[in-house]
């Protein structure tokens, strides 16, 4: 079986037959074609796994041949050769996009170990993209209700620009799954993405954590040691819980995005950094301004793009979907034949608050599968949610779906007041509604609020 398809490019038939019968003697596929517009049309059909394309040729030349190639196949390999090459032609053909360069009369030796090193970096790059794109199942956000568009909508229009982003929400909501999709759809996503939880570093940690240190800065800095924000250069870095931050490491931070550079502690010497800051956390923050424990500066700094994220009971139309979702995760996870969940399974779901919010679900839904031997049925979400109860049939015999329907909306009117103490500006804001549509609604179904 051959290495790989080589498609060898060069107007001198000479050269294109001791190419083809040296790369055959090593086991590869080698396609010759002596010009450039040939080797166009070939790649317009199939796609070889690597062209090895002469400079110098009549009419198309090689450097033309490339700028066209990676335009219509960024991620295809190829290797340039000459036999007048300069600096100034090496140098542009690398920003085209070229592996290498090799220079004529060839050396099969150099020039084999050019082609693999040019293959085993390509098979690299295809790995990692597989790699990605099966973990980003783990990252992926899931729903169709209008909060979250908002906020995917969001989301779309700031990852591609080097905006700093906040991510405030309640814990379990996401903020970190937010905080990757950034990085994912920016410039910077091939490059690093370095997480930092503020609230699980000791205070007085976090600045060498974050900067580094040097050396005999401290006891027990037995060596130099970069800080997340060098680990970050050229990428992301997601400052988590950043409220639970210290007033004097947010300082440093501070200088650090308004001058891009930092220093380490035990070190006077500036560091230039270009770091993309995204930051999240769980708390008021203007609450943490007003009482002292947040800069107000740092704030501003970070929040250039301010993302709220809703917690799960504000947007409960997502859980089915977001259950089916932790469900094929899950039983794939542990071992388990692929599992369905019932129709009123996900009603009951979905009567639940969820104070954990999503993470509450995931983790339900997985402790479901471990626990149900076939598919989820309401009796094993009752088990695991013994708070929630089955939803009544709201179907009569003889009824019109009329009446039933007004009946239903009695129920959760009804309801909804008596959980915000009779108040209806506060019922009317829990069930999205204007309060003069509600009151208009409560005289329809009959309902008397100052009762």
């Known amino acids: 079986m051959s290495k790989a398809t080589l498609l060898i490019v060069d107007d001198e038939p000479n050269i294109l037959t001791s190419l083809r019968r040296a790369l055959e003697l090593e086991d590869f596929r080698a396609l010759t074609v002596s010009s450039g517009a040939e080797a166009l049309e070939l790649c317009t059909t199939s796609t070889p796994d690597l062209v090895l394309l ?16 990676k335009s219509s196949q960024p991620n295809l390999p190829v290797v340039m050769m000459s036999g007048h090459s300069t600096i100034e032609t090496a140098v542009q053909a690398t920003k085209l996009g070229a592996n290498d360069f090799v220079e004529k009369p060839l050396s099969t030796e150099r020039l084999l170990i050019t082609l693999d090193n040019a293959l085993a970096l390509e098979r690299l790059r295809e790995e990692n993209a597989q790699l990605r794109a099966a973990s980003g199942n783990d990252w992926q956000m899931i729903g169709d209700s209008a909060a979250m568009k908002r906020v995917f909508d969001v989301i779309r229009r700031t990852a591609p620009t080097q905006g700093r982003v906040l991510i405030t929400g309640e814990n379990g909501t996401g903020k970190e799954l937010v905080a990757r999709a950034i990085h994912e759809g920016s410039q910077r996503a091939e490059q690093s993405f370095i997480k930092v939880n503020c609230a699980a570093i000791p205070q007085e940690l976090i600045e060498s954590e974050l900067f580094g240190h040097e050396k005999g800065s401290f006891t027990g800095a037995t060596r130099s040691r970069k800080g997340k924000f060098e680990a970050a250069h050229g990428g992301t870095l997601f400052l988590d819980e950043i409220g639970d931050m210290s007033l004097s490491a947010q300082a440093k931070v501070l200088r650090a995005l308004q001058e891009g550079e930092i220093e380490r502690v035990g070190s006077a010497d500036a560091l230039k950094v270009d770091v993309r800051v ?14 002292g424990r947040f800069r107000d500066d740092l704030y501003y700094r970070l929040a250039v793009v301010p993302i709220e994220l809703p917690p799960l009971r504000e947007r409960k ?134 009762a």
Do not use: C
């Open 54 to 69: 002469d400079v110098a040729m009549p009419e198309l030349d090689g450097i033309e041949v490339l700028r066209r190639l």
């Open 317 to 450: 139309p997502d859980i089915p979907q977001l259950a089916r979702h932790f469900l094929d995760q899950a039983w794939q996870l542990h071992g388990k034949r692929p599992t369905e969940i019932s129709q009123a399974a996900l009603t009951m779901l979905m009567q639940h608050d969820w104070p954990g919010n999503v993470r509450e679900l995931r983790n339900s839904i997985e402790r479901l599968v471990i626990l149900s031997d076939g598919d989820i049925e309401e009796a094993d979400v009752q088990a695991i949610l013994p708070a929630v109860k089955s939803a009544p049939s709201v179907y009569r015999r003889g009824a019109t779906l009329k009446e039933l329907t007004g009946a239903a909306e009695r129920e959760i009117v009804l309801s909804a007041l008596e959980d915000n103490s009779g108040h209806v500006s506060k019922t009317a804001q829990a069930l999205g509604l204007e309060r003069s549509h509600l009151y208009k609604k409560m005289k329809a179904l009959g309902i008397d609020h100052r």
């Open 278 to 291: 995204v930051a999240a956390t769980n708390k008021n923050m203007s609450e943490e301004i007003s009482g």
